[in-house]
């Protein structure tokens, strides 16, 4: 600014901004070329395809997608999308007794979350879905009258997205939501990644610091 007043210090303005994180994505799956296709376009996304006995939890991923399998045992922290399976029993994901929900018709989406925002579900035809029994505080962001189609379960440490359908065997991936939903949920993941921190903090705001995932204990130093 050149304006010539008596207070300069307000002329210069001053902004950090981070440069884009790659996200390590992992998509476990026998085969998914509409999944490898809307992952592989995000240029954050470094995309690596396991095969279902591939897996080894642990590894230092940002985001792990199961697509028609599951693992057994504790994941660690991190955020984690399943396709028509569910989680492991501990994150509280259950199956309602009966058939499979045939042909569910979608009647409501949240319009208001970061995942589902911009996107409108109402031409999305599904075969078969599960009927999901979510965990308490789970949110649903995806409605059918039998079952919630797609749900999100958050904890402090891990993040968990569940699709109770087949993607192929629907026309989800010829929709515009299709795209428009997993660009959402790479955005929304993003946040919560490796070296995400803020970049500058004001006086007095606690500073969150997030430490390796293979670190053992911390050693605080004051100033």
Do not use: C
Not at 6 to 35: C, M, Q, W
Not at 132 to 146: F, M, N, R
Not at 149 to 178: A, H, N, Q
Not at 196 to 214: C, F, L, W
Request: no cysteine; proline share 10%.
């Amino acid at each position: 600014n050149d304006n010539d007043d008596s207070f300069p210090l307000d002329d210069i303005a001053r902004a950090n901004i981070a440069p884009p994180t790659e996200l390590k994505t992992v998509l476990v799956t026998r085969g998914n070329s509409f999944l490898q296709g809307v992952l592989s376009t995000g240029p954050r996304v470094q995309l690596t395809i396991a095969r279902p006995g591939e897996y080894t939890p642990g590894a230092e991923v940002d985001i792990t997608i199961f697509d028609n399998t599951t693992t057994k045992g504790e994941l660690p922290p991190g955020n984690y999308l399943f396709i028509n399976s569910l989680p492991p029993d501990d994150i509280g994901y259950k199956l309602a007794d009966g058939p499979r929900a045939d042909r569910p018709e979608i009647i409501d989406w949240n319009r208001v979350h970061p995942i589902t925002r911009y996107a409108n579900f109402q031409r999305v035809l599904i075969q078969d879905a599960m009927k999901l029994v979510p965990p308490k505080g789970a949110v649903a962001l995806i409605e059918s009258t039998d079952t919630d189609l797609v749900s999100l379960y958050e904890s402090e440490t891990r993040r968990f997205v569940v699709i109770g359908f087949d993607i192929k065997s629907s026309y989800w991936p010829v929709d515009v939501s299709f795209p428009i939903f997993f660009a959402n949920l790479i955005d929304y993941w993003s946040r919560s990644g490796r070296g995400m921190s803020k970049p500058a903090y004001a006086t007095g705001e606690s500073v969150p610091i997030v430490p390796p995932r293979e670190a053992k204990s911390a050693t605080v130093t004051t100033p």
